[in-house]
């Protein structure tokens, strides 16, 4: 596996659910999280070197990316619940 393949999967899988816990604890709405993570898996997707003659971004891939980042926006509301469950709640509250 190469360094960009290991990038890949880490903004498409671990930082989609992190950002979204981050965003439960801090009692933020789950689409901030969602943003920061599609802007983080489109530059994962993006930015590696394409080979000669072929470009960044076809045709075919348009849809590869909107797919992935409803997956990774799921993503981020799982986390968001996961941290709204698993923080501490305020001792008033019951």
Request: no cysteine.
């Amino acid at each position: 596996m190469s360094a960009a393949e290991i990038g890949l999967l880490l903004a498409v899988v671990l930082a989609p659910v992190a950002l979204g816990a981050l965003a439960g604890v801090l009692g933020r709405p789950w689409w901030w999280a969602a943003v920061v993570a599609i802007v983080l898996f489109l530059v994962a997707a993006i930015a590696p070197e394409p080979e000669a003659g072929e470009p960044r971004v076809a045709g075919d891939d348009v849809v590869f990316l909107a797919v992935v980042a409803v997956i990774v926006a799921g993503l981020s509301w799982l986390g968001s619940w996961l941290g709204r469950r698993l923080s501490p709640s305020p001792p008033d509250q019951r």
